[in-house]
């Protein structure tokens, strides 16, 4: 849960982050949560069946069909869509709260979401992870082994169509190397940081010391 604090002098940006299926964006994610503070992890609500070692309310908020459907008519969702046969959404709640609280958001969203967010949210910044090939991306797909042989093969086949849409995003990030992927992520965030607008009312509060 992110704690309600009184309102941060900055509000927090919203990073979306998509990728084919296997890519990496888990792992960078990962990664990236460790290496920088101040970020919060948007956790989606999904009706797809946990993995092994996956944990209810800490990788996703597993749910049947007819409780999704409530909370999409709820309006409960910033985004929501059916991606590989199962729905998943963005609930509002946390997204508002960390942002409010002037830290940075990360969904981890499909390229349907991200079309969603923009409209909703247009100064989210958004970042495609490519992975260096096909081939390589059956390798990493097979070597995970959560998902049986038929899921593999549709998630190949998807990646085909999903990897078109890399142009839609602000940021590209080829996840080669774990660490330089990681790296280029965190730079991201970074520079996002530092965006003029979302300095402003420390800007201001500088600019008063000055008398102006
Ligand atoms: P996604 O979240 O995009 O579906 P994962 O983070 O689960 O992908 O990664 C898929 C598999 O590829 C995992 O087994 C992971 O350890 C591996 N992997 C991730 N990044 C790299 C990389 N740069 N080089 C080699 N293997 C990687
Ligand atoms: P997985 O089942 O492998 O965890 O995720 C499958 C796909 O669903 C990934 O591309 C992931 O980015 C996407 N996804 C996860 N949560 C959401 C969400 O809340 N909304 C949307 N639109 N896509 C999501």
Not at 36 to 46: A, D, K
Not at 99 to 107: I, M, N, W
Not at 164 to 183: F, G, I, K, M, P
Request: hydrophobic share 35%.
């Amino acid at each position: 849960m992110v704690k309600p604090r009184k309102r941060a002098l900055r509000e927090g940006s919203v990073i979306v982050i998509s990728a084919p299926s296997g890519a990496g964006k888990s792992t960078l994610i990962r990664r990236l949560r460790t290496s920088l503070s101040g970020l919060t992890f948007s956790i989606s609500c999904t009706t797809r069946p946990p993995r092994p070692g996956e944990k209810d309310g800490r990788d996703y908020y597993f749910m049947s069909t007819p409780r999704f459907k409530r909370l999409i008519a709820e309006g409960e969702f910033v985004e929501w869509a059916r991606v590989y046969g199962h729905l998943y959404g963005t609930p509002w709640k946390r997204v508002r709260a960390a942002r409010e609280a002037g830290r940075d958001v990360l969904l981890d969203i499909d390229v349907q979401g991200h079309r969603q967010v923009r409209r909703r949210l247009p100064d989210a910044v958004s970042v495609f992870v490519l992975p260096p090939s096909l081939r390589e991306l059956g390798r990493r797909l097979r070597q995970r082994s959560s998902d049986p042989p038929e899921v593999v093969e549709r998630r190949l086949a998807a990646a085909r169509k999903e990897i078109a849409h890399w142009t839609e995003y602000d940021y590209l990030v080829v996840n080669d190397r774990v660490s330089r992927a990681t790296q280029a992520l965190r730079s991201v965030v970074l520079a996002t940081r530092l965006r003029r607008d979302h300095q402003s009312p420390r800007a201001r509060e500088i600019c008063m010391t000055f008398g102006g």
